[in-house]
């Protein structure tokens, strides 16, 4: 006949498990205008009649097997004096794009007034603030539970030539981030500062330049774009605006530094000179797997018997062989988990029948993962 057998407190545990996964994106996919004179989009660019964002598939977005990649918008703190609120006609979309943005992500101060962003990540009032970000929201698809820490890295094309940007190539990452961390005062959860390398590996870059900040749980990258360009304008020798940003689409194109680019140029047009230039982007995503393991352990005098209707012959128990000296057994095939009101709430499969008799005991491990 069939037994329940009450676990016990020791016979329950609980075990949390990181699984990661690394996520390389060319930048052929994010672009698709190297070489060109103008930011034709792909048929993977999606824009929108509201011209908030813009987003990005690995297909053409129509297409049923497209997956999304990540959003691209743009910001302006209406408090920097080199973006005042009496921007261009449009630029009271960035406004509220940094707004919303912000208290999402950095909160409010004591007056409830919502934190700007500032590029070491920190609430200090003396922290230098990031007047006109962009951020790139990359989707849970990508990032599942979270970005692996010290694992995130974009590498920008940034050459003075904009129609040839790759000429120099500008490395963005969360260098030195571990899993050890104490950025963890957004609401958006656990942060890390981007910072500039030599390259994608560059092990020494923990304390270069910060330009941006990395959201690990929300998967979205803040990017101080301006002092990153005045950067790798620096590297090449070129002086203040020395890299031009957007090459406007309309019909009398004009080259726009990052500065011009803020103020006048539209998100769509922001968006498609960040795509122009991105190079690649990879990181390690996170799964976290929660697992509840129970020990089913079944006595050397328990568990003998079989409550399948063939383990009988007659009243005899076939497997003694008509031999009543012999002792019973049995093959576990199945381990039930009960509630505490007897109702069955899963079953296990073993992947091939164990054998039970009164000269063993068995301890079969069974996990549920959720």
Not at 293 to 317: D, H, K, M, V, W
């Amino acid at each position: 006949m069939s037994t329940i057998k009450k676990l016990q407190t020791e016979d329950v545990a609980s075990t949390r498990t990181l699984l990661h996964e690394a996520i390389p994106v060319t930048g052929s996919l994010i672009s698709g205008t190297y070489g060109t004179d103008s930011d034709v989009r792909g048929l993977n660019i999606k824009t929108y009649d509201h011209g908030m964002f813009q987003s990005v598939y690995d297909y053409p977005y129509l297409s049923s097997s497209a997956n999304h990649i990540f959003d691209i918008t743009y910001g302006v703190y209406e408090n920097s004096n080199a973006y005042p609120t009496t921007l261009a006609s449009g630029n009271a979309d960035k406004h509220n794009i940094y707004h919303e943005m912000a208290q999402v992500l950095y909160g409010f101060d004591v007056t409830a007034s919502i934190e700007p962003f500032k590029v070491s990540g920190s609430y200090d009032t003396a922290g230098t603030v990031i007047p006109a970000p962009g951020f790139v929201n990359l989707s849970r698809l990508l990032a599942k539970d979270e970005i692996q820490k010290g694992t995130f890295r974009l590498t920008l094309g940034l050459d003075t030539d904009r129609d040839d940007p790759f000429g120099h190539l500008f490395y963005i990452g969360d260098y030195g981030a571990t899993s050890s961390f104490n950025d963890t005062n957004s609401p958006a959860g656990e942060f890390g500062v981007l910072r500039s390398g030599s390259s994608a590996t560059d092990t020494s870059a923990a304390n270069n330049d910060a330009l941006g900040i990395i959201y690990y749980q929300a998967g979205l990258v803040v990017l101080d774009l301006s002092a990153t360009l005045d950067l790798a304008a620096a590297e090449q020798g070129a002086t203040g605006d020395g890299i031009t940003f957007v090459k406007s689409t309309n019909t009398s194109p004009t080259e726009l530094t990052y500065t011009g680019s803020i103020e006048s140029g539209t998100v769509d047009e922001l968006s498609d000179a960040l795509r122009h230039r991105v190079y690649n982007i990879e990181f390690n995503n996170t799964t976290e797997l929660n697992s509840t393991i129970y020990f089913c352990r079944a006595g050397a005098n328990e568990f003998n018997f079989s409550s399948n209707p063939t383990y009988l012959s007659e009243s005899q128990i076939r497997v003694k062989e008509n031999n009543p000296k012999n002792p019973p057994h049995s093959y576990i095939t199945t381990v039930g988990l009960y509630a505490n009101d007897g109702a069955l709430v899963a079953t296990a499969k073993l992947s091939e029948p164990i054998k039970k008799t009164p000269s063993n005991d068995l301890t079969i491990r069974v996990r549920l993962d959720y």
